[in-house]
């Protein structure tokens, strides 16, 4: 059974601080994405990463980074975290030309 | 730009109700449409479908695609409580590279009441 875990469910954190999410997937997929949920706008795609050490900006990835430098993680980096960066982050990975599996994801509250 | 349109975006109905979510979309190089449910927890897949005129089934749940109309339509019927969630529709396009990066839908949230 496919896994992909996130570090937190639940983060709080100020404004400017810096913050890392971490997503692992334990099943070899080659695609990683991160997304932002928020209420009436649905997922939105921030960043996603075909291949160790690729990456490839989503619709929204300004106040973004990413790193992936091991196949198995991805990580989504909020360099000066800001009030509107408060949502849920979900993290999926994905085999090539397949459907994805989703992350229980992380509720980041900035304050 | 690919576009994915869900309705209605909340439904609110009382066990037993049969319900309809619509899923329409505008996508150039279809591949595949796709329904998740989404409680209070990671999205979980439901069906993927590819072909039109095709009805997937699990369950109480059922779907068809019709690329005809570009659309798609998710059933649930004898509602329980526990299909209580938002439901996702998703449409991944064949792109140049082989992935799929697929557009999602804002959702549809279904409460039912006992």
């Known amino acids: 059974d496919v896994k992909v875990t996130q570090s937190s469910r639940y983060l709080v954190k100020r404004t400017g601080e810096k913050v890392f999410l971490e997503c692992v997937q334990d099943?070899?997929?080659?695609?990683m994405f991160w997304y932002r949920q928020d209420p009436g706008l649905g997922l939105r795609l921030i960043y996603f990463?075909?291949?160790?050490?690729?990456?490839e900006k989503g619709d929204i990835p300004e106040g973004y980074s990413v790193s992936r430098e091991k196949k198995e993680r991805f990580s989504l980096i909020l360099e000066s975290a800001s009030t509107n960066q408060t949502s849920m982050y979900l993290c999926?990975?994905?085999?090539?030309?397949?459907?994805?599996?989703f992350g229980p994801g992380t509720r980041l509250t900035v304050t | 730009e690919d576009k994915v349109v869900q309705s209605p975006l909340s439904l609110v109905v009382h066990e037993g109700d049969t319900v309809t979510l619509n899923c329409s979309y505008e996508?150039?190089?279809?591949?595949?449409l796709l329904w998740y449910k989404q409680e209070k927890k990671a999205p979980t897949f439901l069906f993927m479908l590819t072909s039109s005129g095709i009805e997937k089934k699990s369950g109480r749940l059922s779907s068809i695609l019709d690329k005809k109309e570009l659309s798609s339509i998710l059933n649930i019927t004898a509602t329980q409580t526990g299909d209580s969630a938002i439901y996702l529709c998703a449409v991944e396009p064949l792109s140049a590279g082989g992935s799929y990066i697929p557009t999602f839908g804002r959702g549809t949230s279904l409460i039912v009441h006992p």
């Open positions: 990463s075909y291949d160790v050490k690729m990456k």
């Open positions: 099943m070899d997929h080659e695609n």
């Open positions: 999926a990975s994905s085999p090539p030309r397949r459907r994805q599996y």
């Open positions: 996508v150039t190089n279809f591949r595949s």
